[in-house]
Structures are given as C-alpha cells and as structure tokens.
C-alpha cells in the first residue's frame, strides 16, 4: 500500500515539517520505495514534483524538505507499488483539468475491476487501477456538469457518491482537490489534525525533528494535515470513519 499527505490552510504554508516525516517512511522508517510526488497549489495553478524512486534517497526530495514553497493546499504521495510498474506515469499524484480548474488525486489501496470501467474524455496515461478511477470519477463529474457548477455543495455529494461506488472495488483512501477545496475519502485509514491557536510544540515520529509552531505562526492561522498515519507523536490526531468524506476550506472543515 502508499501512504498520503495532505494539508489545507487559510494562509500560504509550507508543508517542510510534515513532508520530512514522509520522506523518512518513503524507503527509511516505512517500505514506500516506489515513487513519490508533491502538488502545491498557488492561485489557479499547480506545480507538482514526481520520482519513480525511494524519497528517502531522494535528492529533490531533500531540495523540497528545505525550500519553503507556501501553499494552501497541497497533496503528497509516496508509493509501494501493488498495480502497475514502478516509472514515472505511475508516480502519484495525478492531475487533469476539469472545469477550468487543475485537479489532483492520490490514492491508497487497490480497486479490482476499475479497468473495466468505460472513460469517455479523460484517459489514464500509465498502467495504475488508481489513474484509472481519478478518469472515471473526472468522467462522471464532466457528464453531470458540462459547465462549472454554482454549489460547491452538489460537487461535495457528488464526489462522496462515486468515492464510496469506488469504495465497493477495494479499498479507497483518496486525496482530491481542484485548489479550492481538499477531499479525503477513507475505507481503512486515513488520520487528521488542526492546528490552530493557542500553538504548541510538535515532534515527528520518524525523525527526531520537533518545531515550536507558537513561534511560526500568527494567532490568527489555521492549518489542517491529512495523513494516513498520524505524523507527530505529541499532538491528537482524529481517526476518520470507514466511508467518511471530509472536505476542508482554508484549513476548516465543512460541517
């Protein structure tokens, strides 16, 4: 299985305590050798970085852990691979664009039968029943929505529908985004926390890395990480709820 990170905020942050634990669990503390990537969105655009390889032993890994690119949001992956050959096509995560806007996926799990699954506009590039469903799902959403929709709500149900039929070929804990809102899906596990004032101290669980955030924020922030294990080892992660979706703007999540 891969493992994912996301976060969401209410101001550009960078994710460098975060994905410094990631990097150790891609190929150091965890088995996720197979690839990795990285989405920051910044405005209406995206820029993404993509290895077919271990990012532990990463040199652009090691680039992005100490270059404070500042995102609200921001979508990361590291792979083991289970479907599909280890190469760059089959790095996560994907991106199309749908309504104008750049939409990335990341996903853990596997989905028997996704292939059998008819695509219309979107086609996978690389050989992953993961690339395959972010198509299928894009698919479905472009067929009921030919312009952009006015409710981000009907989009939220819309996407839950057809996260939990995808749900029913496997397991599916997704990250999705179009660079207003963060959606993550969960079937088996994914954990999350907010951090908001009063800040505290915080401690990696797989580095020995820890950061006063009280002394790198302003009272007024709201950060929000996504992760599929809970990341520091000194902060109340929230487990989410097999067949759950949560979507989260600027850091809060939407009731």
């Known amino acids: 299985m891969c493992e994912l990170l ?106 028997k039968g996704i292939k059998r699954r008819p695509l219309t506009h979107y086609r996978p590039i690389g050989g992953t029943d993961s690339e395959h469903a972010f198509c299928w799902m894009l698919d479905q959403l472009r067929a009921r929505h030919a312009k952009p929709p006015g409710s981000l709500v009907a989009v939220r149900r819309q996407i839950a529908e057809l996260a939990a039929d995808l749900a029913q070929l496997g397991t599916f804990n997704m990250l999705l985004s179009d660079g207003r809102l963060l959606y993550a899906f969960c079937t088996t596990r994914l954990t999350w926390l907010t951090r908001q004032a009063p800040f505290g101290p915080a401690t990696l669980v797989d580095d020995d890395v820890s950061v006063d955030f009280a002394a790198e924020t302003t009272p007024d922030d709201i950060v929000t990480v996504i992760a599929t294990q809970p990341l520091t080892r000194d902060e109340t992660w929230t487990t989410m709820p097999p067949g759950a979706l949560l979507a989260f703007r600027d850091g809060v999540l939407i009731p």
Not at 33 to 55: I, N, S
């Open 6 to 111: 996301g976060m969401s905020a209410n101001v550009p942050t960078d994710i460098c305590f975060s994905f410094t634990g990631l990097i150790r669990r891609g190929g150091a503390t965890g088995p996720h050798r197979d690839g990795w990537g990285v989405a920051f969105y910044e405005g209406r655009g995206c820029r993404t970085f993509h290895e077919p390889r271990a990012c532990a032993e990463s040199d652009l890994a090691q680039v992005l852990r100490g270059y404070s690119i500042k995102s609200q949001i921001v979508v990361c992956h590291i792979r083991k691979a289970t479907h599909g050959q280890v190469c760059l096509e089959n790095t996560h995560p994907f991106g199309r664009e749908l309504w104008g806007r750049p939409w990335t996926f990341a996903h853990n799990g596997k989905l």
